[in-house]
Structures are given as C-alpha cells and as structure tokens.
C-alpha cells in the first residue's frame, strides 16, 4: 500500500508523470504560463528598485532619475497586472483539460482492468476513493510547479537586491529555509491523514447512498431507517472530522513555528539598516528597500512553503495514482497472454484441481474442483446459497484467475489466453445484472458492440430471450429511455430489467460460452423452463459449428434436470456430476433437493 514512506524514492517518477499530463493535456498553454509567471515575478521585483531609485532621488533633487523612476513604478505596476491578468485565464484552461483528461485515464485504467480481484484489494480501494476526491490536483500540477518557479526567481532577484544594501543581509534568506522544509513535513502528514480517513469516506459514501438511492428508498421508508442511518451518518463524520482536525493543527504548529524563526531574523535585519542609517552608513533608499524586500521576502517565503506544501500534497496524489496504474498493470499482465481463442470447441473446457480463494476471505470459495463440461452440451449448477456457483460461473468467464489449479480451452490455459479474444467469445447474463441506464436498443445492443446499431440483431436477441413484445410495452419502443435518471426516463420492472439483461447476454450469435447465473429468477417457472429448452436447442443447433457450451445456474429443478449435465456444488466443493437419471439413481444431495422440490409442488 501506497505510504508516505515509499513516497520520496517515487517522488521523481510521479513529478514525471504529472508533467506529462499537464504536457498531454495543452503543450502550448503549459509553455506559455511558465513565460507569463517569469514575467510577472521580474516585474514585481523591479517594482521594489524602482522605489529605492525613487527614495534616493528626493533628497538629491535628481529630476531625472525621478522622473525616470516614476516611470519604471508605473510600468511595473501595469505590467505586473495585465500579465497576471493573462496568466489566470490561461491557467484555468489549462487546469480545466488536465483535470478532464487525468478523469478520462482514470475510467480506462479501471475499465481496461480484466478481472475483478482488484475490487477486492485495500490499497485499490483506498487509491480510488482518495482520487475521485482528488484528481483536481492534476490541473494544479503546471500552475503550482510555475508558480513555484515564479517565487523562486522573486526570491533570487529579491535576495540579490538586498544584498546590494549589504551582504551580510543574505542571513535573511537562509532563516527561511527552516519554513521551506517543515512544508515537506507538513504535506506528509496531511497523506497519512488521507490513507487514514479514506475508508470513513467509503463508509459514508455507503451511508449517504443508502439514505438517498431509489433502490434502497422503499425498506429505508418501511424499516424506518432514517434516523438510524442520520446517527451513523453524524458519527462516521465526527471520526472523520476528528482525524483531519488534528491533523490540521499539527501541521498548523509545524507552519507557525517556521515562521517565527523567519520573523526574528526580519526585526534583526531592520535593526541593523536603521543602526547603519543613523551612523550614515545606509542611505533612506537602502532603509526603503530593506523594509520593502525584507518583508516581501517574508510573504514569498510563507506563500513558497504554502505552495511547496500544495505541491507535495499534489505528488502524493499523483503517487496513488501511478500506483493504481501499477495494480492495474499487474492484474493485466496476469492475464496479457497472447494465446488466441479457437473459433470453435472439439474438446471443451476442463477444470484441474482448480480453487479460488477471495482476496482477504480466509476460506477458499471453491476448492480442488475437477470436471470436464464437453463442448456442445448444456450444464446446469446446483447448491445451495453461497456454495460457489457465481463463483465458478467467474472463473470460467475469466474475472477471476484460479488461486490454483487451471483452467483449459481445448487444451490451452485460459490464463494464457488473450483476455479480449476469449470475452468476444463469451456471454454472460447474471443474477446481480446491470441496470444500464441507456435507450433500450443500446442496453441490449451492447451485449455485442459490433452489433449495438444492428436493430433487427437487436430484436432477435430480445426474441431469443423470449422477450419480443418488451418495446412494445415501452412508450418509445427500442428508443425508450431506461432509467429514473434521466427527466424522460422510464424505469422498469425488476423482471424487465432482468428481461433485458438476459437480451444483452443473446445479443452474440456465436459465443463459445453462454453463462446464465440466475438471470431467470425473477421470471415464472414455466418461463424459465421454456427458455432453457429454447436455449438448448439451439446450442445443439450450433453444436457441430461451434462446439458452444451452455451453463445455466438455477434453483429450479425442473429446468435443471433437462441438462446434459448437472453439477452439484457444496460448500465450495464439487459433490456430484452426471446427467438427472444418474444422479437421481445415486441417491445423493440432488436426489434429495429434487426429491424435496417435487414434493413442494404436489
Ligand atoms: N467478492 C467476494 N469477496 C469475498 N467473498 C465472496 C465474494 N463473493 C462471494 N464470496 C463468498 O464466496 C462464497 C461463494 O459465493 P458465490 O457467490 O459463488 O455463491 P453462490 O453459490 O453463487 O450463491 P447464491 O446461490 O446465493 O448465488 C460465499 O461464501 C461468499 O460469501
Ligand atoms: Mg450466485
């Protein structure tokens, strides 16, 4: 996991990341706020000579050099405004396209991720969560490096001013240093308090969603849970309000501290320019200047620390960041292999002694799982809730690599298989479907995005999914708008959502594997069992040509005995296999659960 500790050796590569967003983002504006920022810290230096040359002149009566310094105050100053005027707008672009573009990255490290397992893993979540909040930082990665660089050419030209009254004035500068160091602690701790608060903030994200979400609002309403939901709400806050308080006053006291050691050297330095001006060894220009740099001075070094520290908090940002990037590398390089899916099954899919444990579960989900599932044939899975199906039905579809064992594809590791080639080759309906809130068209359509804009390749799906009247009852037909989101959204039934789920999963005319997990539950009996006879004729159909397998998980026994193949599952183990007639004469669990079901119907 991603700490301050393993920051400072990352601190080069992720600056060099973050640069290389800011260039992606806008070249050419990147560019232009560096010389706009020089500028306008050499106009405002100038501004402070210009009033020593001023001060110097009075008493001398030079009209020339006051005329000349007038002038030079003016032009400063003007520039001074119109340049900071410039640099803001190109700023906010900037910042703006850094921002959209970090977000646009962010979607494709998570979406280009092919299993699921990262969705399981801490320092992910945490990299996540602290993002979503935080991504604005990208656009301040160019604004905040300039304006750093701005402040450290004003304290040079500042320094290098002062040190023309005298240089033992250059003791000023180095006072300032502790200021500039204590930022790098400061920015540390405000990193530790975000690792520390960002699982309170997933809680409340939790709490808020089930206060305010559409699907949780009915039993929220029955149970009345609102208050319940009110006082965790206030509690996760003050844990959180805890942490960053104190957090913020430590670094507080570190900033306060700093500074006083600058303030000290400040008063001593003006001290001894009056010292020097009583016994005329300082003129009234130097005595000017001195209170005039001496002070900005102080305001650099206090808005360096500030953006120093602001940089910092900015680089570990931009940590997470690389990190997540690097989690998402590593789950992808597990599976970047380059073996190409066969166009069409001989043999099958086998599972050797496979097992797969959830990331920090303690038991395995599944556990040494033998078993052959023939091409061409329909297989059902049984057990009872939490035995491991969904999980298995995981496996196959390669979310989830094996913790052990192996998987093949006629022959080949599916681990080593080019993930992207085997997904073409795969379609999925499961029980906790999406609810994609899209035209209806689309929500089918992109079961197979090659297709999304085939309308008549949309209909045969919702056909095969026995579903062919569903635009009919939808005020728009294919057009509907799905989903209460939207102002002319339509929401659905759960079986409809469900109906649709189960379209998208037809939407593949030739997938290898069709995984049904339960996407029937909300559908009568009798529908499921048409569909599943539908579903197995026509995999018997194709059969011959593609050799395609048919999985189908369900609890109704009556769909699952027409399968070729029935496997039992329990407790993550597998307990029998065969077709209904061998497993009925066995005697065993699906003996008994069939048993039990039938009586119930009697
Ligand atoms: N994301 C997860 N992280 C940790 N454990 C999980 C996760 N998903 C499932 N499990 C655990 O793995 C085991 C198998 O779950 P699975 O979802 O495969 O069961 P199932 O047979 O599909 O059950 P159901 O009939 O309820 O759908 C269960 O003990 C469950 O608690
Ligand atoms: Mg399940």
């Known amino acids: 996991m991603i700490m301050a500790e393993s920051l400072p050796g990352k601190r080069l590569t992720t600056a060099a990341t973050m640069l290389r967003f800011a260039w992606a983002a806008d070249p ?89 397992d990262i969705h399981e893993t801490p320092a992910y979540l945490t990299h996540l969560e602290v993002l979503e909040r935080e991504t604005w930082r990208f656009g ?19 320094t290098a001013l002062l040190v023309t009254v005298s240089p033992a004035l250059l003791l000023l500068a180095v006072l300032g240093l502790p200021t500039l160091l204590l930022s790098s602690k400061i920015s540390r701790l405000y990193h530790l308090g975000n690792d520390r608060t960002a699982e309170i903030y997933r809680r409340t994200a939790v709490l808020y969603d089930l206060a305010t979400k559409s699907e949780c609002a009915k039993e929220t309403r029955l149970l009345r849970l609102g208050p319940v939901l009110v006082r965790r709400f206030h509690v996760e806050y003050r844990k959180l309000i805890g942490v960053s308080r104190r957090v913020a006053v430590h670094a ?42 001496a002070g900005q001075i102080l305001s650099l070094l206090a808005s360096s620390a500030e953006l120093l520290q602001f940089a ?22 597990r599976s970047t292999a380059a073996a190409v899916t066969p166009a069409r099954l001989r043999d099958g899919i086998r599972l050797d002694q496979v097992s797969y444990r959830y990331p920090h579960s303690t038991r395995p989900a599944l556990r040494g799982i033998d078993l052959r599932l023939p091409a061409g044939s329909t297989v059902a899975v049984v057990g009872d809730n939490g035995a491991g199906k969904t999980t298995l039905v995981k496996l196959l579809t390669g979310l989830y690599l094996p913790t052990d064992g ?80 939207w102002t002319d959204g339509v929401d659905l039934s ?7 789920a189960i379209s ?46 048919t999985i189908l998980v369900s609890h109704r026994f009556s769909t699952v005995r027409m399968a070729d193949l029935i496997i039992v599952l329990d407790h993550g183990e597998l307990i029998e296999t065969g077709d209904h007639d061998e497993l009925m004469a066995r005697g065993g669990l699906y003996a008994d659960l069939f048993e039990l079901q039938a009586r119930s119907y009697r």
């Open 28 to 116: 050419k504006r990147s560019l232009l706020a560096l010389v706009l920022f020089t500028l306008q810290a050499l106009a405002s230096t100038t501004f402070a000579w210009w009033l020593k040359v001023l001060l110097d002149a009075v008493p001398a009566a030079d009209l020339t050099n006051l005329f000349l310094a007038t002038g030079g105050l003016a032009l400063s100053l003007a520039g001074n405004t119109v340049l900071s005027h410039g640099s803001n707008q190109v700023l906010l672009a900037l910042r703006e396209r850094t921002h959209a573009l970090v977000e646009r990255r962010m979607v494709e490290i998570v979406g280009h991720t092919p299993t699921l």
């Open 140 to 158: 301040e990665t160019v604004p905040s490096l300039v304006n750093l660089f701005a402040t450290g050419i004003r304290i040079v030209t500042t």
């Open 252 to 293: 507080e006291a570190l900033g306060l501290a700093g500074r006083m050691i600058f303030l000290l050297g400040y008063f001593c330095s003006l001290l001894l320019v009056v010292h020097w001006f009583a016994t005329g060894r300082a003129s009234i220009g130097d005595v000017a200047l001195t209170a005039v740099l």
């Open 312 to 333: 910092w908090r900015n680089l570990a940002t931009a940590g997470r960041y690389v990190e997540l990037e690097g989690i998402s590398r590593q789950a992808r390089s």
């Open 406 to 485: 192996k998987i093949s594809i006629d022959g080949v590791d599916l681990a080593t298989l080019d993930p992207e080639s085997w997904r073409r080759r795969t379609s999925a309906g499961f029980q906790d479907h999406a609810r994609f809130e899209l035209p209806l068209r689309e929500a089918i359509g992109i079961g197979d995005l090659d297709a999304i804009e085939d309308e008549a390749a949309v209909r045969t799906a919702l056909q095969r999914a026995g579903s062919a009247d569903l635009p009919a009852a939808l005020p728009a037909g294919l057009q509907t708008q799905l989903g209460p989101s």
């Open 494 to 500: 759960g079986g409809q959502w469900q109906k649709i």
């Open 504 to 549: 998208r999963a037809m939407m593949r005319t030739a997938p290898l594997l069709l995984v049904l997990d339960e996407p029937t539950a909300a559908l009568d009996a009798d529908t499921e069992h048409r569909l599943f006879r539908q579903w197995a004729t026509a995999s018997e159909r194709i059969k011959d040509t593609s050799g395609a397998i």
